[in-house]
Each structure stands twice: as structure tokens, then as C-alpha cells.
């Protein structure tokens, strides 16, 4: 089994920055994909930024160019680095993982999530 703890969230006012941060532990072999997905009140969770191992990065649209994503291998953790904050980034922020064990298998693991809110 694999842990997700992530930390870093909270509220800020329209325009500032945040910073999430999300450390892998447990029975880890190989991290594939990481990534962040969000989810606002009433909407489906949707794919904020994801990254690869080998480091190749993807964004939703609605956040290139203000939204950061990075891994630290060595730590098994990913970072969310967010700038020019607006309303709409409101959510739960929930940190993703695709681990391969040994054997091969894939699985998926989240984090328990962590409330973003942006005032106007």
C-alpha cells in the first residue's frame, strides 16, 4: 500500500500564490505518473497538472502559465507551485499517484484532498 500526505493548502485572496505539497510512503517500487486533480462544489474532479517520471509535464488549459508542477524523485514527492490565484481555482485539491509494484501491477492511489479557497 502507498500514502498520500498532502499539505499546503488554505485561503488566499485573488492574485496571490500557493504552494501544495503532496509525500508518497508506504510500499513504494516505482512511481509512474503524479499529478493534482481538482474538484469545486457541484463540478466533476477534473486534471489540474500531472508530470512523469522522466519529468514531461501537462496542464489543464485553465492554468497553463500560472500553475507549476514538480517532483523530487528522491523524496517521492510532488509540488504544486500556484500563482495568480483566482476565484474560479476554488476546490479540493487532491494529489494522484500510478505506482507499479514489482510484479508489474498498477494501481492507482489519492490523497485525502485539501481545500483551496480564493477570495475575490
Known amino acids: 500500500q502507498v500514502q498520500l500526505v498532502e499539505s499546503g493548502g488554505g485561503l488566499v485572496q485573488a492574485g496571490g500564490s500557493l504552494r501544495l505539497s503532496c509525500a508518497a510512503s508506504?510500499?513504494?517500487?516505482?512511481?509512474?505518473?503524479m499529478g493534482w486533480y481538482r474538484q469545486a462544489p457541484g463540478k466533476q474532479r477534473e486534471l489540474v497538472a500531472d508530470?512523469?517520471?522522466?519529468?514531461?509535464?501537462n496542464y489543464a488549459d485553465s492554468v497553463k502559465g500560472r500553475f507549476t508542477i514538480s517532483r523530487d524523485n528522491a523524496k517521492n514527492t510532488v509540488y504544486l507551485q500556484m500563482n495568480s490565484l483566482k476565484p474560479e481555482d476554488t476546490a479540493v485539491y487532491f494529489c494522484?499517484?500510478?505506482?507499479?509494484?514489482?510484479?508489474?501491477?498498477?494501481?492507482?492511489?489519492w490523497g485525502q484532498g485539501t481545500q483551496i479557497t480564493v477570495s475575490s
Open positions: 508530470i512523469t517520471s522522466g519529468g514531461s509535464t
Open positions: 494522484y499517484l500510478n505506482h507499479r509494484a514489482y510484479w508489474g501491477r498498477k494501481s492507482d492511489y
Open positions: 508506504g510500499s513504494i517500487f516505482s512511481i509512474n505518473t
